[in-house]
T-cell receptor
Framework: AQTVTQSQPEMSVQEAETVTLSCTYDTSESDYYLFWYKQPPSRQMILVIRQEAYKQQNATENRFSVNFQKAAKSFSLKISDSQLGDAAMYFCAYRSSYGNQFYFGTGTSLTVIP | NAGVTQTPKFRILKIGQSMTLQCTQDMNHNYMYWYRQDPGMGLKLIYYSVGAGITDKGEVPNGYNVSRSTTEDFPLRLELAAPSQTSVYFC??????????FGPGTRLTVL
């Protein structure tokens, strides 16, 4: 099984500031997908952003961007101009291109301070 | 579009009882998944399906069974419930096996 590690159980950020959530993963494969999911208090999981390993360019979705370092097996999420609605658990996930299973990290709880 | 719906939202079972968690999606997605989320943990894949009639085990399949007779439905069966199966269960679907759409979850307690 693949291992996805999120070493920051909790993070906090001031409203309108920028925060970076860390994720590392362990794989011997060269082709795979990485994801960040958001889980607000409602528990509904929502996809934030996706990165294909074969793409060198970092993915961006509005205020959300990633720093994908393939050699270091690192996949961090940057949230710019943080808003109160960004408060949630954030999960990093991995999926091989050669299989159908997803592997999730243990999550980072983000608090946004007004 | 209701998306992915799960029933029930909450359930308390006694040890040794059985139950079925229902999952339905109306997006005509081929892929469907069942996960469990234990407190303070990420999601663990129980079973998944890549189409009607096809199912496969995930990371933690023991104590569970699934079937996929239609594209829309993917029920999860718990036989002989145990306290270790206390968890929140999420169903998800995906058109191509990448972006997943999740249901609201079922909180199950086994006493």
């Amino acid at each position: 099984a693949q291992t996805v590690t999120q070493s920051q159980p909790e993070m906090s950020v001031q409203e309108a500031e920028t925060v970076t959530l860390s994720c590392t993963y362990d794989t011997s494969e060269s082709d795979y997908y990485l994801f960040w999911y958001k889980q607000p208090p409602s528990r509904q999981m929502i996809l934030v952003i996706r990165q294909e390993a074969y793409k060198q360019q970092n993915a961006t979705e509005n205020r959300f961007s990633v720093n994908f370092q393939k050699a270091a097996k690192s996949f961090s999420l940057k949230i710019s101009d943080s808003q109160l609605g960004d408060a949630a658990m954030y999960f990093c996930a991995y999926r091989s291109s050669y299989g159908n299973q997803f592997y999730f990290g243990t999550g980072t709880s983000l608090t946004v301070i007004p | 579009n209701a998306g992915v719906t799960q029933t029930p939202k909450f359930r308390i079972l006694k040890i040794g009882q059985s139950m079925t968690l229902q999952c339905t999606q109306d997006m005509n997605h081929n892929y469907m998944y069942w996960y469990r989320q234990d407190p303070g943990m990420g999601l663990k894949l129980i079973y998944y399906s890549v189409g009607a009639g096809i199912t496969d085990k995930g990371e933690v399949p023991n104590g569970y069974n699934v079937s996929r007779s239609t594209t829309e439905d993917f029920p999860l069966r718990l036989e002989l419930a145990a306290p270790s199966q206390t968890s929140v269960y999420f169903c998800a679907s995906s058109p191509w096996g990448l972006e997943q759409f999740f249901g609201p979850g079922t909180r199950l307690t086994v006493l």
